[in-house]
């Protein structure tokens, strides 16, 4: 589906932060068929945009710093990225980065929530983000693994506006009555010193084989695959590539 609005508040976009770029553009380029367009400019710092059919759909870099970890980034969208940071700080976030102009092509600051999981926000200028999502390969899902999930879905509603579920083991999360994630608290399924995150997941035609595929390249299979409890739901799995940067994978039943 081509992305024709972005709401303020929703995800807007999703990078990988990786200590071999040009193995991530082959692991992806292959798993799901994503071609890679780095940006030539030197300021760019060899950002990669991945591209489906021309659209864009995600993008690499390389880590900022070797401390850094090598994980999926998701960002939201805000039209005043000054006043969601402030409101962001106010509502217990940790501002690790404060809005920065990035060249012509927007406004970034980076954050962590009140309970630790890292996040981006994003006030377009010449780029907007996705350019397509809810189609295999692209884009379809955010899920939160957090030690307080209740304490998150407070901070989520009051600085980005997002409406909630009232499911006690999954809240779901969206706006304007369109839900696009969840919020699972790790409980003991998790070791003790993993900290809350953000993960992306992808849609795919057949999460069994892209599982399989992943392992084929290098990667590996964290959860899953399986069905989820719900009737109707999404078969499911939790990948990592070959630098262990995990992200999700899901398919619909017809």
Sequence with gaps: MKVTEILPGSPCWTQLSTSDVDAAKKFYGQLFGWGAETDPRPEAGGYTMFMLDESPVGAVAPLMNPQQPVRWMLSFDTKDIDAT????????????????????????????????????????????????????????????????????????????????????????????GKEFGGVMDMGEMFPADTLSHWNPYFLVSDVDAI????????????????????????????????????FGVFSVKM
């Design 211 to 246: 599982a399989d595929k992943a392992k084929q390249l290098g990667g590996g299979v964290l959860h899953g695959p399986e069905d989820t409890p719900m009737e109707g739901g999404p078969r499911i799995a939790l990948l990592h590539d070959g630098q262990n940067a995990p």
């Design 85 to 176: 940071t402030a409101a962001a700080k106010k509502a217990g976030a940790q501002v690790w980065m404060e809005p920065m102009d990035v060249m012509d092509v927007g406004r970034w600051a980076l954050l962590s929530d009140p309970t630790g999981a890292a996040f981006s926000l994003w006030q377009k200028g010449s780029f907007a983000g996705f350019g397509k999502v809810e189609e295999p390969n692209t884009f379809g899902w955010i899920d939160l693994a957090t030690r307080d999930k209740d304490a998150a879905v407070r901070f989520y509603t009051e600085v980005l506006g997002w409406e909630a579920t009232d499911d006690e083991m999954y809240p779901q999360v969206g706006l304007a």
